[in-house]
């Protein structure tokens, strides 16, 4: 308890694991509990059933858990789950689930969400994003996995952003982005797949190509969604991120961004 800070005020409901760090004027709420090896700057706000797991840093002004900005929201105990190893930067929000959607809002491990970033209720977020300055997620928002969200970009309630997908900063996001595309604009649209990325990860170039031959396909072929993607089947060769991408194309609800 000698790494928590004299003027930190910690519910005796809460969990703390022995070896957290907690800054100077720190609230910590009851139902919170923190995993071994975080740290917890100044004069942030952690309540509500609030679970932080391990080696994660939590930097100044952030508000964590509290109640979410839902009007419908009447009370109920519903959670928000941070994984390990995150990164939450200065006046990051993010808040717990609701009736209407689970009840629970989660973040997956080695996140950076960076400063005056959103995340609203019920969302879901993967493994590996990166969700930079003033980024906005309503409600609902699910992000898989390694996706880049640049600067001031909002996502409307309920869309989807595929596994390794990068957004354009300023973009206004209103329907699904598919798996490793580029998408950016007002309101965002498809620009190309994000080869960059996936080269950093180390896509080899046999899966590379066969993504942008369904890109092709798919987007660029004026073919009925339902056609193009049987014709992806037939005609590219089989990888695991074909795959995903027709999945996640199947799956859409909102439609996808063109």
């Given at each position: ?10 519910n005796?409901?809460?969990e703390?694991?022995s ?6 004027y ?58 390990n ?9 993010l ?93 965002a ?40 993607l049987?014709k ?27």
């Amino acid at each position: 308890m000698s790494r928590i800070h004299q003027t930190a005020l910690i519910n005796r409901q809460a969990e703390i694991d022995s070896d957290v760090e907690i800054g100077p004027y720190s609230v910590i709420g009851a139902g919170v509990r923190i995993g071994q090896q975080t740290r917890v700057a100044s004069h942030v706000v952690i309540e509500g059933r609030t679970s932080v797991g391990q080696g994660n840093t939590i930097y100044q002004f952030a508000t964590i858990g509290s109640r979410p900005q839902d009007l419908k929201y009447r009370g109920e105990a519903s959670e928000l789950i941070i994984g390990n190893h995150n990164t939450i930067r200065e006046y990051v929000s993010l808040n717990p689930g609701t009736a209407g959607g689970g009840m629970v809002t989660r973040v997956g491990d080695h996140n950076l969400l960076m400063m005056h970033c959103h995340i609203a209720h019920d969302c879901l977020i993967g493994s590996h994003n990166i969700i930079a300055n003033g980024a906005t997620l309503g409600g609902h928002v699910m992000i898989q996995d390694y996706v880049i969200v640049g600067g001031l970009v909002g996502i409307h309630q309920f869309a989807r952003i595929g596994s390794g997908a990068i957004l354009g900063a300023g973009s206004m996001v209103s329907k699904d982005v598919p798996p490793f595309c580029n998408a950016t604009g007002d309101r965002a649209r498809l620009r190309g797949l994000n080869l960059e990325g996936l080269k950093r990860r180390g896509f080899t170039t046999t899966a590379i190509d066969a993504l942008k031959k369904a890109y092709r396909i798919i987007f660029q072929s004026k073919l009925k969604t339902k056609d193009a993607l049987e014709k992806v089947r037939r005609e590219v060769l089989p990888t695991a991120e074909i795959d995903i991408l027709l999945a996640f194309i199947a799956q859409s609800q909102r439609g996808i961004c063109r």
